[in-house]
């Protein structure tokens, strides 16, 4: 197939961020031959290197097309975040259009994007969802399905004190999940863990400084005005929203706590490897 160079560029350097990615080692001689003609041209002749950018068409190996629809819709997620960062009618935004467009045609004329059914390879995966990305439609993992009771009375809050929690003891939780999608990595400069909780056994006793930012369409993240501590997560419509998410570092007591699993694992940055043995979901469990 044959593609923009501009895109090939995109999907390659996403692809290194993904481990095992076997679309990255089906086009690594290309990918390397490619990065250093662009290199040389960005020193040397940017009117050359943006027409080999933008007007030149590269052969993309895809023996995995699942795995480029699913690189193409974590990149249409990053750029249209990207754009809501950007001032209206600013150069940088009109590129992030233009790219995002271009983008989004590729992916579907690839099918769009990858069904839990294609994901799971036919098995059902009703209820499960993709994480807190904005095109997202539903809930994120870890927000998800409770699966024990707190079993006392729990307590957390922010550093500085100024926000603060209970969870009653016999409230339904989930499991304690460690997510590394893009979004996440942002917030907390590494992986955030996080478990969930009935909303109705949920209790803000200190809310002074609980500020809540609308971090995708449905779903906003709490945190700490002052002293900064990311403290939750939940869906933004309180009528579709039963469970709430609790970070991990939030707990006042955090031996009650085990991590169970990872997900959003093919959205990891390439700085660390995950050698836990625990279980590991590419995208939501």
Known sequence: ?????????????????????????ANADS???????????????????????????????APNKIELRRVLDSLLRDLKLAK???????TERTDLEFEISELQALLDKLGGRV???????????????DHAHPEAATAPAEAGRPTRVAADRLTGGCACGGTRWQVDAGTAMAALVACHCRQCNQMSSHLLAATSVAETGLTWTREETLTWYQSSDFAERGFCR???????????????????ALMAGSFDDQSGLTLERHIFVDHKPGYYEIADGLPQFPDSD
């Open 1 to 25: 197939m044959e593609i923009p160079v501009w895109q090939f560029v995109r999907i390659m350097v996403a692809c290194e961020r993904r481990p095992n990615s076997r679309l990255l080692a």
């Open 31 to 61: 990918w390397a031959e490619l990065d250093e003609a662009l290199t040389g041209l960005a020193q040397s002749d940017f009117d050359a290197y943006s027409n080999l950018m933008m007007h030149t068409d590269v052969h993309i190996e």
């Open 84 to 90: 809501r960062r950007t001032r209206a009618g600013s």
């Open 115 to 129: 069904s839990d059914e294609e994901r799971d390879g036919g098995k059902s995966a009703a209820g499960q969802a």
């Open 226 to 244: 002052d002293c900064g501590c990311n403290i939750s997560w939940r869906l933004s419509d309180a009528d579709a929203r039963e469970m709430v």
